[in-house]
């Protein structure tokens, strides 16, 4: 059995290339929004990995944070 390197980048670029062909087809550009409920550090993290991708693939994002007080 041989073994297979995978690099990751270049599956995500084609899983993004992809992407970008179809976004290109829809009538409207989706957007997300993120509704942060205070301020953990690894949501936090997540949710700017998830802005740069949106960036990357030229889609809007709204990102809203609220304190962890809220009601």
Known sequence: MTAHLLKGT????DVYTHLR????DLPTAPRLAI????????SGVY???KIK???????RHTHITFP???T
């Open 10 to 13: 270049l599956l995500a670029e």
């Open 21 to 24: 062909a179809r976004l290109a």
């Open 35 to 42: 509704l942060q409920v205070g301020a953990v550090y690894a």
């Open 47 to 49: 949710i700017q990995r």
């Open 53 to 59: 991708a949106l960036e990357g693939l030229g889609l």
């Open 68 to 70: 962890e007080t809220i």
